[in-house]
């Protein structure tokens, strides 16, 4: 699952942004069709955000979403990594695995998996900048969640607005590493007496749980969650 | 989701064992026990590794597996991050997301989840070195992934054990931030007509998929995959 990247940012969709976003090992599985990070991304509830400060580096997981061409985040303005992302470059990494690789020999085991990787710095989304607002942004949020939700819930006011951060990194310099499909035997051990295939692996609805002093009728978005 | 670490290696498990260890957002959701940490590391196929090289902060996912007191990794030798891991000190997270929390607010919805963040310095296991050999580590990576399979497979030879690394950081350093449960209004939000309770996120096991060159029975691994 090595990413790592080498063109300028319009390049087609083969060709990596950066030398940072080129994908040297197992290259064959790299993309850098926005189509695909979009749907990489937008099949997340969490990305990793890698960011350094004098302490070291960190990888923090928080939860993201999508517009347009950037990926947002969002934040207490207390938080060490709001306040450290202003401050410099950073990485952030989003990995679905899709299943276990059964191969007839071990070092051909593989998973079947779908990351991203985007490099760059992140931007402070103000209350009216940027394109999109902050509140937008936030709305934005709650529709990636649960679509339809927003109408019903209180929404922020302006003390929690004022405490908390939102921030956005630009999809420019990306890329994507994912494989599917069957294992890959050397021929040599084609013979080998071993069950081979994938066991698939995804993402799984359970019942909601209504809050115990819930007494409001399961709208559409909760009844139609397992579908 | 924010984890960052206070106290000395042998330090209670309610206590951090490092400055950078020391949650400070939402630290009710902070763990320092082993256990915890075990069994984040165990439930999951893959980690994130976040470490620094002359590009940059890099963020990259990678199959893990856990023996004792360490967490394993393996890579081509060849690999960019498995070359600057032995150089640096790095961050290493796992995270489960078990489910959406929805809350009468909108500020107040969350995520329950379970994530692990670990310090430290990977070092190369050896052929016959520290406690546990690179062959050992290896089948243990088997045994982790599918239960009984290595006795079926071809094992790896000279060759693909020589082209390999594999690296182990020790759990010394590390914190767990999980949060599990219903949503957490404010008073006076419990009037609010929206649906509150959690929408539970898991993963789930396919139906295992033969290769189509496959002509060994599935073995019970396989046939008790989705139990």
Redesign the interface.
């Known amino acids: 699952?090595?990413?790592?990247s080498s063109a300028a940012p319009s390049a087609p969709p083969s060709a990596a942004p950066s030398?940072?976003t080129q994908v040297?090992?197992a290259a064959n599985r790299a993309s850098h069709d926005p189509a695909v990070l979009h749907a990489i991304i937008d099949a997340a509830?969490?990305c990793?955000?890698?960011?350094?400060d004098e302490?070291?580096?960190?990888?923090?997981?928080?939860?993201c979403w999508r517009i347009g061409e950037h990926l947002y985040i969002h934040?207490?303005n207390?938080?060490?990594?709001v306040k450290r992302l202003a401050d410099g470059?950073?990485?952030?990494?989003i990995?679905h695995?899709d299943?276990?690789v059964?191969?007839?020999?071990?070092?051909n085991?593989s998973?079947n998996?779908r990351?991203a990787?985007i490099?760059g710095r992140f931007e402070t989304v103000g209350e009216y900048g940027n394109e999109v607002s902050k509140r937008a942004a936030?709305e934005a949020f709650?529709e990636h969640?649960?679509p339809g939700?927003?109408e019903?819930?209180?929404?922020?006011n302006d003390k929690?607005y004022a405490a908390?951060t939102v921030l956005r990194i630009a999809l420019a310099e990306a890329a994507c590493k994912t494989r599917s499909g069957?294992?890959e035997d050397d021929e040599e051990?084609?013979a080998?007496?071993?069950?081979?295939?994938?066991?698939?692996?995804?993402?799984?609805?359970?019942?909601?749980?209504?809050?115990?002093?819930?007494r409001?009728?399961?709208?559409d978005y909760?009844r139609r969650?397992q579908e």
Request: glycine share 8%.
């Open positions: 699952m090595n990413t790592s030398p940072r040297k090992r509830w969490v990793h955000v890698a960011f350094r302490h070291g580096v960190h990888c923090i997981p928080t939860a934040g207490s207390g938080s060490r990594m470059e950073c990485c952030v990494t990995t695995v299943g276990l059964m191969a007839r020999s071990a070092f085991h998973m998996y990351s990787v490099y936030m709650m969640l649960v939700r927003q019903e819930i209180r929404p922020g929690e908390t069957p294992p051990d084609m080998v007496a071993a069950w081979a295939g994938v066991l698939p692996l995804r993402e799984a609805r359970g019942t909601p749980v209504p809050d115990a002093g819930c409001i009728p399961a709208p909760v969650w």
